[in-house]
């Protein structure tokens, strides 16, 4: 391996283009964000080491020996996120990039095509929440962040339209230019020279600046590289791993994958995993599995009795196990997720991905299809699974680093084929630092969980064992979360301070929250609860007021809504006490 004459940036991109320059199947996704992109340019205007390249020659004859992908062009966060594998002729040598991906990939979209993220606040199925920027340059004058020197911007077309102070510059274009005559030609065309446009100060710094990025992007040698000419693919291999490994340049599991995607024979598990994460995250209203999940999944799923992330565990011969039972670990995998859909889960709501995992592993022990997700004859295990996992949610036993729970469970579910254990595993973890019994304080602090609380729906499901999985629910607040301003609670005749203090502490907890058919939510809307429940027909009031816990002996006015708060109160705190207390539990099952 010996170091390379430098090339640039012009001729790094023109490789990229020929598909001279190509991605191993060993290189992780790209994972920066524009702002790191920005400092990338930033640091080559100013002309700082961008570190080192590892590039590794294939010669043409072997080229057909191994996978390849195209770097990404288009980055967009939902639908372009992979890279897509090349069918090479195998008439040319080609260069892999072993260390570097990142850097040339960000400078590949920034200088040849676009990155679109989502936006704050739209939904992710809306056309507006994904807009393509391009990178832009600032001609008229610095950054205005302290760590900037130059102001680059992934901007939107509209966005980058000149205003006072501004003139953005698409950076791609500098690579256009055939000399510095060519830049000046620009300047001047564009009137950046013209100091009855612009202020001499800005003129000035619109020269320079626009004549340092073609130097930056043309001239300047700024891809230095060392070069890898063996083709043994485990020695590329340990080399990635050699460079990969200190935790910094590349997450473990991203390594992992591509020790997997090395080793296995006739899959492309880069492919297969990153396809699969895909369709499991399209489950139902939306999930955000990631492939450590589904990495540490096959693990446990496949009875390995060493579960931790490292590389001595995804050995060629483990990678070859994974492999052979990859349908039967997926496809528990799968129903496992379209369970926990039905139970009303999704990406906003399920706070520990890795809780899924044991109960892949039973539905896997236990040989489940399609028909135990909805048979009568398993509903007692369907219900038990879902009060497990409502109560390892609840308590945050998956939190932190959880391996040494996993062989506990494939313990008890070994142990009791054909029954989710629910009450060995509940009697079981009371010895261990995770039980997941609950007490009385485990009680009240269920009744402090807020709105805004990714634990509220797990709790809420505990009040509502008869949920539909084939109906979408809505947390809703009784009395509606409008009325419990100062100006409104004053409007509605409660004046006392330490009263209205009281009602803003109070709404927007447990007590006062329902789970509601998102139909018969929108028809709720801001109405008062009293007002809203007085148009119902008598018989639906009293199906109503019983599903929804509602207490009988208090006035439903606003006006008494800590009175109807403390009734509330006491009665779904009998009912988590009946479902989450051990004296429910039946001695008989153990």
């Not at 060392?226 to 590329?236: F, M, R």
Request: charged fraction near 25%; glycine fraction near 4%; hydrophobic fraction near 40%.
């Amino acid at each position: 391996m010996a170091y390379q004459t430098p090339i640039t940036i012009a001729e790094a991109i023109t490789n990229i283009q020929n598909q001279k320059f190509v991605l191993p199947s060993i290189q992780r996704e790209f994972v920066w964000t524009t702002e790191q992109i920005e400092q990338l340019f930033d640091s080559l205007m100013r002309e700082y080491p961008i570190s080192t390249f590892l590039f590794w020659n294939v010669e043409k004859q072997r080229v057909k020996d191994f996978q390849f992908y195209k770097f990404l062009q288009f980055y967009h966060e939902k639908t372009s996120r992979h890279n897509v594998k090349l069918d090479l002729s195998g008439t040319q040598d080609v260069t892999a990039i072993l260390d570097g991906q990142q850097r040339l990939t960000s400078i590949y979209i920034a200088l040849k095509g676009t990155y679109s993220k989502k936006l704050p606040y739209y939904h992710w199925n809306s056309e507006h929440a994904f807009p393509a920027r391009k990178l832009y340059l600032n001609l008229l004058r610095p950054a205005q962040d302290l760590e900037m020197e130059y102001d680059f911007r992934f901007l939107t077309a509209s966005e980058a339209e000149s205003e006072e102070g501004f003139y953005w510059f698409e950076v791609g274009k500098a690579l256009d230019f055939r000399n510095l005559m060519g830049v000046m030609q620009f300047l001047i065309s564009n009137g950046l020279t013209d100091t009855s446009k612009y202020p001499e100060e800005q003129a000035n710094f619109a020269s320079k600046c626009l004549s340092q990025l073609y130097n930056v992007l043309n001239d300047k040698a700024s891809i230095s590289f060392y070069l890898e000419k063996g083709e043994a693919l485990d020695k590329v291999l340990q080399i990635f791993i050699r460079i990969n490994s200190g935790g910094t340049k590349l997450s473990y599991s991203d390594l992992l994958l591509s020790v997997a995607t090395a080793q296995w024979q006739e899959k492309d598990a880069r492919e297969v995993i990153h396809a699969f994460v895909d369709e499991i995250n399209d489950v139902g209203d939306k999930f955000d599995f990631s492939k450590d999940f589904v990495l540490k999944s096959c693990l446990v799923l496949g009875d390995f009795a060493d579960i931790r992330f490292k590389v001595d565990n995804f050995t060629k011969n483990n990678m070859i196990q994974i492999e052979q039972k990859w349908d039967s670990i997926s496809s528990a995998i799968r129903m496992a997720v379209r369970l926990i859909s039905r139970y009303g889960y999704n990406r906003d709501n399920l706070t520990s991905a890795n809780a899924v995992i044991p109960i892949a592993y039973f539905i896997l022990k236990n040989n489940w299809g399609e028909t135990q997700l909805s048979s009568s004859v398993n509903s007692e295990d369907r219900r038990r699974i879902k009060e497990w996992l409502v109560r390892v949610l609840l308590k945050r036993t998956f939190g932190g680093t959880p391996d040494n729970l996993y062989p506990a469970l494939r313990s008890d579910i070994n142990s009791h084929i054909g029954q989710f254990p629910l009450y060995q595993i509940i009697e079981r973890s009371k010895s261990t630092t995770k039980p997941i019994s609950f007490t009385a304080d485990d009680i009240e602090n269920l009744l402090q969980i807020e709105y805004s609380s990714p634990l509220a729906y797990s709790a809420l499901s505990i009040l509502y064992p008869g949920l539909s999985g084939h109906v979408k629910y809505h947390q809703d607040h009784i009395h509606p979360k409008k009325f419990f301003t100062d100006a409104k609670l004053r409007a509605e005749g409660i004046n006392d301070t330490q009263k209205i203090n009281f009602y803003k502490e109070r709404f927007n907890l447990l007590p006062n929250l329902q789970l509601l058919e998102a139909q018969e939510n929108v028809e709720k809307s801001s109405t008062h609860f009293a007002s809203w429940l007085s148009t119902r027909p008598e018989n639906e009031v009293s199906q109503f007021v019983h599903l929804h816990s509602i207490p009988t002996n208090v006035s439903f006015s606003f006006s008494d809504f800590l009175q109807f708060f403390d009734a509330r109160k006491g009665l779904i705190k009998q009912k988590l006490n009946a479902a989450l207390g051990i004296e429910q539990m039946n001695v008989a099952d153990f």
